[in-house]
C-alpha cells in the first residue's frame, strides 16, 4: 500500500517549519486500563523478526484492554504472530528489494478501508508506516514520529506522538507509546503459544544439553564476528562442556547456508550440528525453548531467545540506538564494541567488515558462554 502512497507523495518533500529489563515470557493480569474505547484497532508495525518480538507485549496490551486487534506486518511479522492467540487478524505486506509495484497494494487498501477500524496505531515511525496508518480509513490514525519525517506522510495522522526514548528497551518503548495514549497497565510480558508439532520437532533435531548459535546477522554483515573465531569460541566452550552440542541454524539463504558450511569445515566436529536450510519461526522458537542457551549476533534470533527466557551471550557493535536492543540484567551477557561507523556515522567500515567485533576475543565469548551456562549443561 505504501507503494501507491510514495507514487503520489514522494519521500523529501518540504517539512514544516521507567527504564526497565528484560522479562520473562508469561502472563500476567493487567490493570483496568483507561485507553479510548476503541473496538477495533489496526497496528501498522511492518518490520522483520526482532521488530515484531518486540512489538508483542504492546499488542497483547492493547487486546487485554478489550479490542479486537488486527496487524499488518511482513511475512516473517505474521509468523511470529502466529503464535499470540489474541490477535484477530493479520495482514501480510511483502517488503522487499526492489519494492513491488505501486496497484499490487490496492486490494489490499481497499479491503482495510471496509474495515472501518476505530484507531489505527504506529509506534514505529517510518515514512512507510505513517503512510499505511494515514490511508487505513480508521476514524483515529496515530503514530510515532522520528522528527525527520515527511510532511505527505503525516498529512493524514490526527495525532501524532513525539520520538520515543531509544535508551529503554525496544519493547519498553512500545508500551510508552500506550501510556501516552492512557494505558496504565501492567506489561503482559510475550507469552508464545508454540504449537506441540513444532516442539515435537525441535525435540527430535537436538539432543539436550545443547546451545543454540546464530553466527549470521541478515541485517548487514558488519553485525557479524569472524568465522575462525567462531570455531576457536567453540572449542575453547567444548574443554569445559565436553557434553555439550551446539545447534547453528541460519535463515536458508545462499549466503547464510555457505557461512554455516564453512562453519562446520573449520570446527569439524560432531558436537557441532548445523541447520542451514530456513526452519519456520514456530520452529525456531522450541529450539530456543528447548535450548540451555542461545549464543549469536545482533540478530533477531537473539530477541526471541530473550522473550523465550533463555539466557543469552550475544556480540554488538555501538550503532544508533543499540542501547534499545541489547538484553537487559541476568541471565545475559553482552560484548560490546565501538565502532568507526558509529563514530563518522557513515558505514565506512573497511571492506564492509565490522573491524571492531573482531577485537572481541574468542576467550571472552567461551568465558561469557561459560558464566552464563547453567551448571547441569556443563557436563
Partial sequence: ?????????????????????????????????PLPDWKKVLVVDLGFLGDTVHSVPAIRALAASGSQVDVMTTPVGAEVLGLVPEIRRVWVTPLRKPSPPWWQGLAQLSALRSEKYDAALSWVGSDRNLYCVGWSGAKE???????????????????TLSALDRSLPVFEQRLSFLRDLGWSGKDPA???????????????????????????????????????????????????????????TGAGSERESARLSDLSSLVNDSRLRIRGDRSSVGLLAALLEDADLHLGLDSGVLHLAVALGKPTVSLFRQSEGFPGWTPRGNPHRVLVRDCPCHQSKKADCAGGRALCLSQISPAEVAQAVMSCLPVHAKG
Fill in 1 to 33: 500500500m505504501y507503494q501507491l502512497i510514495h507514487c503520489i507523495f514522494p519521500v523529501g518533500w518540504d517539512r514544516p517549519p521507567r527504564l526497565s529489563g528484560w522479562r520473562k515470557s508469561g502472563s500476567q493480569r493487567n490493570l483496568r486500563m
Fill in 141 to 159: 490514525r496515530v503514530a510515532s514520529l522520528t522528527g525527520k519525517n515527511s510532511w505527505p506522510a503525516r498529512w493524514r495522522l490526527t495525532r
Fill in 190 to 248: 510475550w507469552n508464545f503459544k508454540i504449537p506441540e508439532a513444532e516442539r515435537a520437532a525441535a525435540r527430535a533435531l537436538a539432543k539436550k544439553p545443547y546451545l543454540h548459535l546464530s553466527v549470521n546477522a541478515a541485517s548487514t554483515p558488519l553485525n557479524e564476528w569472524p568465522l575462525d573465531d567462531w570455531a576457536e569460541a567453540l572449542r575453547l566452550i567444548w574443554k569445559d562442556a565436553p557434553c555439550l552440542e551446539i545447534l547453528a
